[in-house]
């Protein structure tokens, strides 16, 4: 009767490169549309250190392009950084499914449910440390992404899924989600 919906244990951040990459289409666009408006004498009152500036065509252009670049710089900061968000959490992704379809697939045990130094809401987001010991006798520590709730009552034996390259251990991915089984949110 009712569909459920898998609880997302993950913090996603991606919605706030979509935030900032609508505030600066809006910022960029009134810059230009600022510069289709036309501008007659009776519209033009601009005082520079208190002396009132004369209607002239240089004076309004002037006008106009400075209007442009605080809109069109602030418009284009938030683009900047919606574009560094949004391509971050697309390489992510591509790296985990990269990671999930090639890479090594190991079962760590869970030893720290430990903060971090990001806080949300002033609470500080909190993340799994897990080991595991390859072939070599190496222990191996992986640390999960930020967690929005403590999930190691849904794990099984404190054990996590683990997706690693071999060749470079740095590059891992801690699928706690899929660990956990079937958790819905009501």
Same mark, same amino acid.
């Given at each position: 009767?009712?569909?459920? +919906?898998? +609880?997302?244990?993950?913090?996603?951040? +991606?919605?706030?490169?979509?935030?900032?990459?609508?505030?600066?289409?809006?910022?960029?666009?009134?810059?230009?549309?600022?510069?289709?408006?036309?501008? %007659?004498?009776?519209?033009?009152?601009? &005082?520079?250190?208190?002396?009132?500036?004369?209607?002239?065509?240089?004076?309004?252009?002037?006008?106009?392009?400075?209007?442009?670049?605080?809109?069109? %710089?602030?418009?284009?900061?938030?683009?900047? &950084?919606?574009?560094?968000?949004?391509?971050? #959490?697309?390489?992510?992704? +591509?790296?985990?499914?990269?990671?999930?379809? #090639? %890479?090594?697939?190991?079962?760590?045990?869970?030893?720290?449910?430990?903060? #971090?130094?990001?806080?949300?809401?002033?609470?500080?987001?909190?993340?799994?440390?897990? &080991?595991?010991?390859?072939?070599? %006798?190496?222990?191996?520590?992986?640390? =999960?992404?930020?967690?929005?709730?403590?999930?190691? =009552?849904?794990?099984?034996?404190?054990?996590?899924?683990?997706?690693?390259? =071999?060749?470079?251990?740095?590059?891992?991915?801690?699928?706690?989600?899929? =660990?956990?089984?079937?958790?819905?949110?009501?």
């Amino acid at each position: 009767m009712f569909r459920h +919906k898998q +609880k997302q244990i993950f913090y996603n951040f +991606k919605w706030l490169g979509y935030l900032a990459l609508t505030a600066g289409v809006i910022l960029v666009t009134i810059g230009m549309l600022i510069q289709l408006i036309p501008t %007659g004498e009776a519209q033009f009152h601009i &005082t520079i250190n208190g002396v009132e500036q004369p209607y002239t065509i240089e004076n309004v252009t002037k006008m106009r392009l400075l209007f442009l670049g605080i809109m069109g %710089g602030l418009g284009g900061l938030f683009l900047i &950084t919606a574009l560094i968000i949004i391509g971050r #959490s697309r390489h992510r992704a +591509k790296l985990i499914g990269m990671l999930k379809q #090639s %890479g090594e697939k190991v079962m760590a045990e869970v030893i720290d449910y430990a903060p #971090s130094q990001v806080r949300i809401n002033n609470q500080p987001a909190r993340y799994l440390v897990c &080991t595991y010991q390859n072939m070599t %006798g190496e222990n191996l520590i992986f640390k =999960s992404g930020l967690l929005r709730w403590n999930p190691i =009552s849904f794990l099984s034996d404190k054990k996590v899924i683990v997706y690693y390259d =071999s060749r470079n251990s740095n590059r891992y991915f801690v699928d706690v989600d899929e =660990s956990m089984g079937k958790v819905v949110n009501l």
